[in-house]
Structure formats: C-alpha cells, structure tokens
C-alpha cells in the first residue's frame, strides 16, 4: 500500500461545476496535511494546507479532513479553466510524502 | 517570500557528462530537497539535506550525488549522465522537517 494514494484521473468537470479531488493516507500519525497545485511543465505551488479535523475555506476552494478516515479532500467550486492542472496531496509523517497527483480538467 | 532559484531551467547535456544542477533558497532553510519527476511516477525523492554539510539519500539515489556546502546552496551531481537521467528535476527547501515546501522552477535535462 502507498503511503499517500490519489486517483491519477484525469478528472473532468464542467465549468462551474465543483471539482472534488481525494487523497488517502497509511500513517495514522499524520499531522500536517497540504494541497499543492501544478500547471503542465511548472513547478508544484501550495494552495493549501489543513492541520486538524473538519473543513477549511480560502476562497474558492476548501480542504477538508478527516483523521478517523485517513483522508483528505479538496474541493474547487466555481471550478475554471484555469485551474486545469495536477493536484498534489502531501502527508507530514515527520517527513512529506507526496502523492502521485490527480489531474483536473475543467472544460468550458 | 520564499524564493528557490535553480541555475538553468533547461538543459541538454551528452551521455558521459558531468552535470552540475544548482539550487538556492533566500529564507535560511534548513532542509533542501532534490526530486525529479517524470511521467506517470509522480514526485521521486533523490537526496535531502537537514544541515549543511549533511545528506541523505532518498528513494533513487543511483548514479547522483550532492553537496551542500553553504546553508543556502544544495547541488545535484549527475557523475556520468545517462539517458535514462533525462528529467524534470526539481528542488525544494523547507523550514522544519515535514513542513510544507517550497519548489524552484525546475531545469528540465535532457541527457543525448
């Protein structure tokens, strides 16, 4: 079992529609939980990052965690073209691990 | 803000070649990273860094080394570059071990 698992996708939405990307986890020793958005031949940059249980927002989009199930989510509502990319779960075990990354496709 | 700047970002090199990658960060970091990241394998760890002079090998180690000499400067070695080495290769520093890192843009190598 990996460490950090994504779906690879691609996953497809519409425009507007709201983008759900999940990531699950091994270690439930986790604490530290990040989101990092790459765009096609760039480097990954973070978006955002979630510490404890429960939902939080920074604009449009929202991180949501949950320890008893070793997931976290992010979502994008009012999802746009320009947030086609690859999204990078990472997991702090003491070290970041990165998942393999989930490509979103959002068409207009 | 943190800012990670890498030497080139790209780079065509002949098989056989020593192949020095540069990275440096502005924010007095402590851990440095080297990853590079191809295709379909997702982000590879090939060496880290927690202090300078010090180093670690990650996942794929094989056929690179680095030096860490100053706090702000982690370098990749390629020794004998080899075509399967053609990569984005990708840098990052953080404040904390497990904390959130900071990516420089990358050099993307082609090894011919």
């Known amino acids: 079992q990996k460490e950090v698992e994504q779906n690879s996708g691609p996953l497809s939405v519409p425009e507007g529609a709201i983008a759900s990307l999940n990531c699950t986890y091994s270690?439930?020793?986790?604490?530290?939980f990040f989101w990092y958005r790459q765009y096609s031949g760039k480097s990954p940059e973070l978006i955002m990052s979630?510490?404890?249980?429960g939902d939080k927002e920074d604009g449009r989009f929202t991180a949501q965690l949950n320890k008893a199930s070793q997931y976290v989510s992010l979502l994008i509502r009012d999802s746009q073209p320009s947030d086609s990319a690859t999204y990078l779960c990472?997991?702090?075990?003491?070290?970041?691990?990165f998942g393999q990354g989930t490509t979103l496709q959002v068409k207009p | 803000d943190v800012k990670v700047t890498q030497s080139s970002r790209y780079l065509v090199k002949r098989t056989g070649e020593k192949v020095f990658l540069e990275c440096v960060q502005d924010?007095?970091?402590?851990?440095m990273f080297w990853y590079r990241q191809d295709p379909g394998l997702g982000l590879r760890l090939i060496y880290f860094?927690?202090?300078?002079?010090?180093?670690e090998k990650g996942d794929i180690p094989e056929g690179y080394s680095v030096s860490r000499e100053k706090k702000e400067r982690f370098s990749l070695i390629l020794e004998s570059a080899s075509t399967n080495q053609t990569s984005m290769y990708l840098c990052?520093?953080?404040?904390?071990?497990?904390?959130?890192?900071?990516f420089g843009p990358g050099t993307r190598l082609t090894v011919t």
């Open positions: 860094s927690y202090d300078v002079k010090m180093k």
């Open positions: 990472a997991v702090s075990t003491g070290k970041l691990i």
């Open positions: 924010m007095d970091h402590e851990n």
């Open positions: 270690d439930r020793g986790s604490q530290s």
């Open positions: 979630i510490y404890s249980n």
């Open positions: 990052a520093s953080s404040l904390a071990q497990g904390a959130q890192q900071y």
